[in-house]
């Protein structure tokens, strides 16, 4: 029966569910590293003096973060081989994650370059230093402090982005679960286990951005 709640699916398909939660994480880790990169960079180009770069990190922002992450993922996953570039669904879903989320961050780094004071800019360009250097050394570091809580919150949505994996058999913990429904039929259980496997990662970075937030709302006191 569907509405059957088995504990011993958890037992008796462990491995999978393992190997899936594996995958997951390290999915998200590498997408989490990678959109913050690359969500930095256009948020530089975005509020570059130089007109071409302005121009090509906002069309990349506004275009990215109004179309669906499936979309995206399916860029990589379809796109890619059709023009003679193999890549797995893994690769594809992590791809996909990291474009979709680097959207999305640079814009909190956008806001965040934006509170920082002009004067600091105007001072540290007086000094000699170029524009990358200034970005890199002064505004950068204090732009990134003030929006870490909104940058973390975007991780979040990342962590939980990523059973899109499923789709594009990125052998994600959702396509693990989808295959262990299909063996015991009992989806109340199976899909149960998995959001508890999501919550043990989303969570604990639900906390720290929490922390981060009363931490930093504190110092600004």
């Given at each position: 029966m569907t509405g059957k709640?088995?504990?011993?699916?958890?037992?008796?398909?462990?491995?999978?569910?393992?190997?899936?939660?594996?995958?997951?994480?390290?999915?998200?880790?590498?997408?989490?590293?990678?959109?913050?990169?690359?969500g930095t960079i256009i948020a530089v180009m975005r509020i570059s003096p130089y007109k071409p770069l302005n121009w090509i990190g906002t069309v990349y922002v506004e275009f990215i973060r109004n179309i669906p992450v499936l979309l995206v993922t399916f860029f990589f996953f379809l796109g890619l081989p059709s023009l003679g570039i193999p890549?797995?669904?893994?690769?594809?879903?992590?791809?996909?994650?990291?474009?979709?989320?680097?959207?999305?961050?640079?814009?909190?780094?956008?806001?965040?370059?934006?509170?920082?004071?002009?004067?600091?800019?105007?001072?540290?360009?007086?000094?000699?230093?170029?524009?990358?250097?200034?970005?890199?050394?002064?505004?950068?570091?204090?732009?990134?402090?003030?929006?870490?809580?909104?940058?973390?919150?975007?991780?979040?949505?990342?962590?939980?982005?990523?059973?899109?994996?499923?789709?594009?058999?990125?052998?994600?913990?959702?396509?693990?679960a989808d295959l262990i429904n299909a063996d015991t039929f009992l989806p109340l259980t199976v899909y149960t286990f998995v959001a508890l496997f999501y919550l043990v990662l989303t969570i604990p970075l639900s906390i720290g951005v929490h922390y981060m937030e009363r931490r930093f709302s504190s110092t600004d006191r």
């Open positions: 709640f088995d504990v011993n699916v958890l037992f008796n398909h462990w491995d999978r569910f393992l190997e899936g939660f594996i995958h997951t994480v390290e999915s998200s880790i590498i997408a989490l590293i990678g959109s913050f990169i690359l890549i797995g669904g893994f690769t594809a879903g992590t791809l996909g994650l990291m474009v979709y989320t680097a959207s999305f961050i640079a814009e909190c780094v956008r806001a965040g370059i934006q509170s920082v004071p002009f004067g600091q800019t105007e001072a540290a360009r007086a000094t000699g230093l170029t524009y990358m250097q200034t970005m890199l050394h002064v505004v950068l570091p204090q732009s990134i402090k003030i929006v870490l809580p909104s940058i973390g919150n975007q991780f979040i949505n990342l962590v939980k982005n990523s059973s899109i994996l499923a789709v594009v058999a990125g052998l994600d913990l959702m396509y693990y």
